[in-house]
């Protein structure tokens, strides 16, 4: 449990400088998406967490934040299973197409308000604005992290 809460307090402090000044519906619910390291090395750079009983490594940097997406819409890609497509900044289009290609087709960690979400799989598509990420969410929870992702850019702007 230890660890847990090292994470979560990493990883707030990690999304960005500005949390502090945002309002606390914000911070609870910024978004951001990380890598799992399977490279067994443990450095500085990785933060474990515990997830049914398994240790994972995931990188503390994330690989998109909510200040990266503008956007988010819900899709389907399994029955009862919705997954999330962003709409992304330019910064995160470009941040995304150069990790895209490192970690397309693996595994990730979707996390939010800096606790783990659940795992997803990053898609194969390298360019664009929108990127597709099926994640093993109920329709429920998709529409609330869309409806999120909306509301946390636009407080992050106001307040840039």
């Known amino acids: 449990m230890k660890k847990f809460y090292l994470l979560v307090l990493s990883l707030l402090t990690l999304v960005s400088c500005e949390s502090q000044k945002l309002p606390p519906e914000v911070v609870e619910s910024l978004v951001t998406i990380h890598s799992i390291d399977n490279t067994g090395m443990k450095t500085k750079l990785l933060t474990p967490i ?3 009983g398994r240790t994972i490594y995931v990188n503390k940097i994330p690989l998109l934040t909510n200040h990266d997406m503008m956007g988010c819409e819900i899709f389907q890609y399994r029955e009862e299973e919705y997954g999330l497509e962003f709409l992304l900044t330019d910064k995160g289009r470009i941040s995304w197409q150069q990790e ?3 970690h397309k087709g693996t595994t990730g960690v979707l996390v ?3 606790q783990f979400k659940c795992f997803m799989k990053f898609g194969r598509q390298i ?4 990127v597709k990420i ?3 969410l109920t329709k429920e929870e998709a529409e609330e992290i869309s409806k999120n992702i909306t509301r946390n850019y636009i407080a992050i ?3 840039s």
């Open 50 to 52: 515990v997830v049914d």
């Open 100 to 102: 895209a290609v490192s």
């Open 112 to 114: 939010i308000g800096g």
């Open 127 to 130: 360019g664009g604005y929108n």
């Open 134 to 136: 099926a994640a093993p």
């Open 157 to 159: 702007k106001e307040r």
